[in-house]
């Protein structure tokens, strides 16, 4: 069976500090690789997708980056936090060939301070 | 712009109550899922429908794609605390596959 994990489950870092958030998927190859942040208690915005290796969409301007330097594994990262980047990250994939239906990691808690 | 509006946004009922929570969109989705999330974890998919007028239920959860695929509901019959979260409806338009869009979800409060 398919599982996604994401890492670490919560952060807190001083405003200006460098970001590295991990995912990794198993059980499954050349799966769409998405993440998501979420403001409290609502839905979700879509940050990056990716559908294979080195290919990344940005789906908003902002202050974080993700790389996808491996099949299974999907990085979100920023040189210098800012304050507004507080909040909830998502990790997701869905199956490359169908696409529709997602499936989650357990999420990160990020607080800037 | 929103592409999925949820309604309502927050509901608080008590335990046997039921419930409808709508998911509109003026787009047309090849499918569309409906997701529960508890605080602090990720969603976690319910349903997925595919063809208008599609019904399916999930014990005491009945979810319904609209005829034109552009909306769906999910009805909750006698709720219970466990039923207690934030359900989000999430689609991706027809020509937009691997881009999943999420609604503005709906926050259930069940209490005994």
């Known amino acids: 069976s398919q599982t996604i994990h994401q890492w670490p489950a919560t952060l807190v870092q001083p405003v200006g500090s460098p970001l590295s958030l991990e995912c990794t998927v198993e059980g499954t190859s050349n799966p769409n690789l998405y993440w998501y942040r979420q403001a409290a208690g609502r839905g979700l915005q879509l940050l990056f997708y990716s559908v294979g290796i080195g290919q990344i969409s940005s789906e908003v301007p902002q202050n974080l980056s993700a790389s996808r330097p491996q099949d299974r594994q999907f990085i979100l990262s920023s040189k210098k936090l800012l304050l507004s980047d507080s909040g909830f990250y998502l990790c997701?994939?869905?199956?490359?060939?169908?696409?529709?239906?997602?499936?989650f990691g357990e999420g990160s808690w990020l607080t800037v301070v | 712009t929103q592409l999925l509006e949820q309604s309502p946004q927050f509901l608080s009922i008590q335990e046997g109550e039921n419930l409808t929570v709508y998911c509109n969109s003026s787009?047309?989705?090849?499918?569309l899922q409906w997701y529960r999330q508890e605080p602090g974890e990720g969603p976690v998919l319910l349903v997925t429908?595919?063809?208008?007028?599609e019904v399916k239920k999930l014990k005491r959860l009945t979810f319904q794609f609209g005829d034109a695929r552009k909306d769906s509901s999910l009805h909750i019959t006698a709720a219970q605390p466990g039923d207690t979260g934030l359900y989000l409806c999430a689609g991706a338009p027809t020509g937009t596959a691997s881009k999943l869009t999420f609604g503005t979800g709906t926050r259930l409060q069940v209490t005994l």
């Open positions: 787009s047309v989705f090849s499918s």
């Open positions: 429908v595919v063809t208008g007028g």
């Open positions: 997701a994939w869905s199956p490359g060939n169908s696409g529709n239906t997602i499936y």
